[in-house]
T-cell receptor
Framework: DAKTTQPPSMDCAEGRAANLPCNHS???????VYWYRQIHSQGPQYIIH???NNETNEMASLIITEDRKSSTLILPHATLRDTAVYYC?????????FGTGTRLQVFP | DAGITQSPRHKVTETGTPVTLRCHQT?????MYWYRQDPGHGLRLIHY???????DKGEVSDGYSVSRSKTEDFLLTLESATSSQTSVYFC???????????FGQGTRLTVV
């Protein structure tokens, strides 16, 4: 799997956009970028994934740079319930390997 | 949880005893995964399966075995539980690369 680098923690004010960066400089042309999050001790939850183009769904937007070496997950209006650990992964095999992610704290 | 059910949800067992955790899915996922999660380590892949009777090791497979005799069930076995295997275990299923993975709610295992 392509190695990903994420900041260990970030803060965001409630109502503001949360922008979570991920570096994946060794990504190959056919590898997807996935984002998951884990709220407290629950099972991880899929958020979004993309290959080349920017993607948006009801939860978030994913912005992938043109060279695909980095991406940003955007939560447009963060709420307290978005406090979680966010994982960026780039699997290139059947294995699904998670790193340590970014702990996002949304404060009132 | 999108059709991923783990059982039991909580278990306390003694050192040296065998333990089997079950993951059941109803979505016909081809791939299934077992992870453990410990404080400070995030999710670590134990074993995964890419089809019935097809399994492979993950990052931390020592002391664990798995079996998948049918699509719906993926079993994780600790042949002789040790205190270091006290952890929260998560199961997941997916259709493979390009698809999303769905996770169960976890099994909290305590080995005393």
């Amino acid at each position: 799997d392509a190695k990903t680098t994420q900041p260990p923690s970030m803060d965001c004010a409630e109502g503001r956009a949360a922008n979570l960066p991920c570096n994946h400089s060794t990504i190959s042309g056919n590898e997807y970028v996935y984002w998951y999050r884990q709220i407290h001790s629950q099972g991880p939850q899929y958020i979004i994934h993309g290959l080349k183009n920017n993607e948006t769904n009801e939860m978030a937007s994913l912005i992938i740079t043109e060279d695909r070496k980095s991406s940003t997950l955007i939560l447009p209006h963060a709420t307290l319930r978005d406090t979680a650990v966010y994982y960026c992964i780039v699997p290139n095999t059947d294995k699904l390997i998670f790193g340590t992610g970014t702990r996002l704290q949304v404060f009132p | 949880d999108a059709g991923i059910t783990q059982s039991p949800r909580h278990k306390v067992t003694e050192t040296g005893t065998p333990v089997t955790l079950r993951c059941h899915q109803t979505e016909n996922h081809r791939y299934m995964y077992w992870y453990r999660q410990d404080p400070g380590h995030g999710l670590r892949l134990i074993h995964y399966s890419y089809g019935v009777k097809d399994t492979d090791k993950g990052e931390v497979s020592d002391g664990y075995s798995v079996s998948r005799s049918k699509t719906e069930d993926f079993l994780l076995t600790l042949e002789s539980a040790t205190s270091s295997q006290t952890s929260v275990y998560f199961c997941a299923g997916s259709g493979g690369l390009g698809t999303e993975a769905f996770f169960g709610q976890g099994t909290r295992l305590t080995v005393v």
